[in-house]
């Protein structure tokens, strides 16, 4: 077992890895910026190390700091959270080439799930199901009409080395395609420096589902369900639940059983999260992210385990502490997640939390690195808390997080609490009837009355 880890992170996550860290009673560093002297990751750390100014790509994303606060310190592991460096391959190598474990999967791994072409060939080579689609880059319009006209309209173009939902353009037509072949293209060079792009089925009314994988780098692999992350807006989550509403039990273990043998296959190591759209009673794979989720309390939720645990057993070479069989879903479990931004025009609201008071009871878990007299940095992503519920059923979960939801107090900022707690009375929510749009129309309809 690793003696001392260094948490390559800020923020909920970075006290989140830290907890898991005193649990198992190894040693934490964390770095930080000048920004971030006060976080409470700071506080609760064995040591620290301050690692740069304010601007995300001369602190948490300044690889030849972080590597010289490994050595300074002896840590001979590095934790990256989610975000910043967490899937950058050359970061991973590097760690590899001075003796430090990237706790996460190999360098290649991350390569090849990073683009999104080879991600989805792999993929479709593992036994995954995919979009319809084009085999690779297309570049030529003509090529483009005639895929498109394969798979019927409407079609989506999207860059192969896109993320965060940009670089995707929808054609529902043949006239459109020029167009939308064009800019998507140009965009994809300008965003990411790299034009190639590739063609799919759009599909119109999907959720968003996702499968908790694990490997063990030895040919082992788990699934830990799934998790509905259909309610978002501009392609950023909002609200997660495990189990997903749509998916009954013989589901859930067929495509979990797909995705378990497809990380063993591939000899993957770690945490993974394996995304699908699905529609119609049918998964769709678009993309894999080789982290840790900001969702993953949910899963833990109705699990038990803790997924920070494993990451650490796994990476360690002591293997996962359980086999398939011994994963039980048990109840129903919803995330928030709390940004410090306008409930209505989502607009950023940093400044000092004057008053900070969590919920509590059977059931409820707070992730947060902020506390009362906190000045919320206006440097990085607003993200300042996630309330997890968990109850035996659904019914109980939703009664539970609407009492929660009423007991938290956050003062001296915006926040998006009243945006949940409008939520939890919607009928449509408590049917677990919505998909990946229903969020956007619901907030359009809001912006409607309030202008009228
Ligand atoms: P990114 O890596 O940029 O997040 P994804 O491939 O995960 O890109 O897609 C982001 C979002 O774009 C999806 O959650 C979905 O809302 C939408 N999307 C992507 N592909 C399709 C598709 N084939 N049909 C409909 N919507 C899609």
């Given at each position: 077992m690793f003696q001392k880890i260094l948490i390559a992170n800020r923020g909920e996550i970075a006290l989140r890895v830290l907890r898991a860290c005193k649990e198992l009673g190894i040693q934490t560093v964390v770095v930080h910026s000048t920004a971030d002297a006060d976080a409470m990751h700071v506080r609760l750390a064995d040591e620290s190390v301050?690692?740069?100014?304010?601007?995300s790509r001369d602190s948490y994303l300044n690889i030849h700091q972080i590597v010289a606060a490994c050595e300074i310190t002896g840590a001979d592991a590095v934790h990256p959270g989610y975000g910043f460096l967490s899937e950058n391959a050359k970061f991973a190598d590097i760690l590899a080439a001075h003796n430090i474990t990237f706790i996460g999967p190999s360098g290649d791994h991350i390569r090849i799930m990073g683009d999104k072409i080879e991600a989805k060939r792999t993929a479709k080579r593992l036994g995954i199901p995919v979009v319809p689609g084009s085999d690779g880059a297309v570049t030529e319009e003509k090529e483009a009409k005639r895929i498109a006209a394969g798979i019927g309209y409407p079609v989506i173009i999207k860059a192969s080395a896109g993320g965060g939902g940009r670089g995707m353009k929808v054609a529902r037509t043949e006239a459109d395609l020029e167009v939308a072949l064009q800019t998507a293209r140009s965009e994809a060079g300008a965003a990411f420096g790299d034009d190639a792009v590739y063609i799919e089925k759009y599909l119109e009314k999907p959720r968003h589902i996702e499968l908790q994988v694990f490997g063990d780098g030895a040919g082992r692999g788990v699934h830990f369900g799934e998790r509905d992350?259909?309610?978002?807006r501009r392609h950023q989550k909002v609200w997660e639940e495990a189990?997903?509403?749509?998916?009954n039990a013989e589901e859930r273990a067929r495509i979990g059983g797909i995705c378990a043998s497809a990380v063993a296959d591939l000899g993957y190591s770690g945490a993974g999260t394996i995304e699908f759209l699905y529609e119609n009673g049918e998964f769709y794979f678009i993309e894999m992210n080789t982290r840790l989720q900001v969702e993953h309390p949910v899963t833990e939720a109705i699990t038990g385990i803790d997924l920070v645990h494993e990451q650490i057993r796994v990476a360690s070479g002591g293997g996962l502490s359980v086999r398939q069989e011994d994963i039980k879903f048990n109840g129903h479990a919803i995330e928030c997640r709390i940004n410090a931004?306008?409930?209505?025009?989502f607009t950023p609201s940093p400044g000092t939390i004057t008053h900070f008071h969590t919920p509590g009871g059977l059931g409820i878990r707070v992730d947060s690195g902020v506390y009362s007299g906190y000045k919320i940095p206006p440097?990085?992503?607003?993200?300042i808390g996630k309330l997890i519920v968990h109850g035996r059923n659904r019914v109980e979960c939703m009664m539970r997080l609407r009492r929660a939801l009423d007991e938290f107090v956050v003062d001296g900022i915006k926040t998006t609490l009243p945006l949940f707690r409008d939520l939890v009375g919607n009928a449509d929510i408590a049917n677990g009837d919505?998909?990946?749009h229903w969020l956007e129309k619901y907030l359009a309809k809001g912006d409607e009355v309030a202008n009228s």
């Open positions: 301050c690692i740069g100014p304010p601007p992350c259909s309610l978002q189990n997903s509403p749509a998916l931004e306008d409930p209505r025009t440097y990085y992503d607003s993200l919505y998909d990946i």
